[in-house]
């Protein structure tokens, strides 16, 4: 198969698309995927021809999942959730189960570890990716190699937010391409310096490929095009930047957690300081 770098019409598209927009699309001819399979080589055949230079790759990690073989019986989907957790964050008990919101291997904070059951095979439950910045590194390193392009991948999976109803879909492995954007230092419309801003691209490029996915339509891959200036060298930062180290997460517990964390550790402080005065009675 061959892949022209930047053919005239495409640079022109290019050149388009970083004056008014993106443009976003899926890729067809994706089966179901099975353990073994190699994405880079599914994902480069859906492709054919329509590749260019600093497209982006937007890889569910249901697909990533499946082709590393990362299944559980479904029957074993709480223990599963539990083996997947490194800390409980909250969990609400509501009539007929139990919704745990967690801290999994991957560091991610999310509703049951990210073990899901939906698009998986009757009688097993899917696990995320062992790591998906590797994930990502691997398929984006073979599709660099096959087409001789500059591409950046990104693998997202759905997650829910905290204060805002619904999900959308988030970054959770990334490759070749900066995942945020430092906007500190630089001035806005009106002259003044931005301070705090550090924007979350590779969550936003994740939500925008999902508007054209969708939940069940069979389309695990979308390009991104018009965020060149995004993709770059494979050494970057992968998803993993994203995450919000805990000494500086103001919400790193639910409010009943929270509160009963800081009931015990009240308690605990008022009976040392009762014990210390009536030692010193």
């Not at 022109?12 to 008014?20: D, P, R, Y």
């Not at 097993?124 to 398929?139: G, N, T, Y």
């Not at 500059?150 to 829910?160: E, S």
């Not at 590779?202 to 969708?214: C, S």
């Amino acid at each position: 198969m061959t892949y022209d770098s930047r053919p005239d019409a495409a640079a022109a598209e290019v050149g388009a698309m970083e004056l008014f927009g993106l443009k976003v699309f899926t890729l067809g001819g994706f089966g179901e995927i099975q353990a073994g399979d190699d994405l880079a080589d599914l994902i480069a055949e859906a492709a054919q021809s329509r590749l260019i230079d600093g497209d982006i790759l937007v890889v569910t990690s249901k697909i990533v999942s499946k082709a590393e073989g990362r299944f559980a019986r479904a029957a074993d989907r709480e223990q599963a959730i539990t083996d997947e957790t490194v800390r409980i964050v909250a969990s609400r008990a509501y009539p007929g189960g139990l919704t745990r919101i967690v801290e999994n291997r991957q560091g991610l904070v999310m509703a049951a570890a990210g073990v899901d059951t939906s698009n998986a095979p009757d009688g097993v439950v899917l696990l995320l990716p062992v790591d998906p910045d590797k994930s990502a590194r691997a398929i984006c390193a073979a599709l660099r190699e096959r087409t001789g392009l500059r591409l950046g991948v990104l693998v997202t999976d759905t997650a829910g937010r905290p204060w805002r109803e619904g999900q959308t879909d988030i970054a959770i492995g990334a490759a070749g391409l900066a995942v945020l954007d430092d906007l500190r230092g630089t001035t806005d419309a009106s002259g003044r310096r931005l301070d705090v801003t550090v924007a979350a691209v590779a969550d936003e490029i994740a939500g925008a490929a999902d508007l054209v996915q969708g939940k069940t339509s069979g389309n695990p891959v979308a390009v991104i095009r018009g965020l060149g200036r995004l993709v770059g060298e494979m050494d970057v930062a992968g998803a993993r930047a994203l995450q919000r180290p805990s000494d500086t997460d103001m919400f790193r517990l639910g409010t009943a957690e929270a509160r009963a964390e800081g009931y015990a550790e009240g308690f605990a402080a008022g009976r040392a300081a009762g014990g210390a005065t009536g030692s010193a009675s």
